[in-house]
């Protein structure tokens, strides 16, 4: 049976994910386009939503660099919705200046419940290992909706893998496997 289906991206949790497999890995390095339709298969898939915040190109212009030509690849996939929230200035203990995204959980959560109340899709993937998705799920399921969470290894919550229906890890094969090369036309 086809089902529907829906997919969110927690975009800093999965920069995370890539670099716990190798330091120079990033989301900049991987095909979403492509390792989506090996997921999706033969369902049908509703959307994409990746949530992230744009990096700061006074700190690290080249990452920077990679990042929009990162987000210009994703929003020409299609059914694919760049969601970009803030960036705020923080300081820890020693004054030393950091930033932290704002938004993005929220926006990512208040999305899949509000899809979910509208019967857009029949099954939800989330691309994160965030425990506090854990009520999130358990509410998009007493929805009658089905939940996969896709993670890496030694970054996913239990508490949130213990809510999935179903959940994968992506690895050093699958990172490799899905590596993003730019097409040469």
């Given at each position: 049976?086809?089902?529907?289906?829906?997919i969110?991206?927690?975009?800093?949790?999965f920069?995370?994910?890539?670099?716990?497999?190798?330091?120079?890995?990033?989301?900049y390095?991987?095909?979403?386009e492509s390792?989506?339709?090996?997921i999706?298969?033969?369902?049908?898939?509703?959307?994409i939503f990746?949530?992230?915040a744009?990096?700061?190109?006074?700190?690290?212009?080249?990452?920077?660099?990679?990042?929009?030509?990162?987000?210009?690849?994703?929003?020409?996939?299609?059914?694919?919705?760049v969601?970009l929230?803030?960036r705020q200035?923080r300081?820890?203990?020693?004054?030393?200046e950091?930033?932290?995204?704002?938004?993005d959980d929220i926006?990512l959560?208040l999305?899949?419940?509000?899809d979910?109340?509208e019967?857009?899709?029949?099954?939800?993937?989330?691309?994160s290992?965030?425990?506090?998705?854990?009520?999130l799920?358990?509410?998009?399921?007493?929805?009658?909706?089905?939940v996969?969470?896709i993670?890496f290894?030694e970054?996913?919550?239990r508490?949130?893998?213990n809510?999935?229906?179903?959940?994968?890890f992506?690895?050093?094969?699958?990172?490799?496997?899905?590596f993003?090369?730019?097409?040469?036309y």
């Amino acid at each position: 049976m086809v089902k529907r289906i829906s997919i969110y991206i927690d975009g800093d949790n999965f920069v995370y994910g890539m670099k716990s497999l190798h330091p120079k890995y990033s989301d900049y390095h991987f095909d979403f386009e492509s390792f989506i339709k090996k997921i999706i298969g033969k369902n049908d898939l509703i959307d994409i939503f990746y949530y992230n915040a744009s990096l700061k190109q006074a700190i690290n212009p080249r990452r920077f660099k990679e990042q929009q030509k990162l987000l210009a690849r994703l929003r020409k996939i299609t059914k694919f919705k760049v969601v970009l929230c803030k960036r705020q200035k923080r300081f820890n203990k020693d004054d030393e200046e950091y930033y932290t995204i704002k938004g993005d959980d929220i926006n990512l959560a208040l999305d899949m419940l509000n899809d979910a109340w509208e019967n857009k899709y029949d099954k939800a993937i989330l691309f994160s290992g965030d425990g506090d998705f854990a009520p999130l799920l358990k509410y998009v399921k007493n929805k009658n909706k089905k939940v996969e969470v896709i993670s890496f290894g030694e970054l996913a919550s239990r508490n949130l893998l213990n809510e999935a229906d179903e959940f994968s890890f992506i690895n050093k094969k699958i990172a490799n496997k899905f590596f993003w090369r730019e097409k040469k036309y």
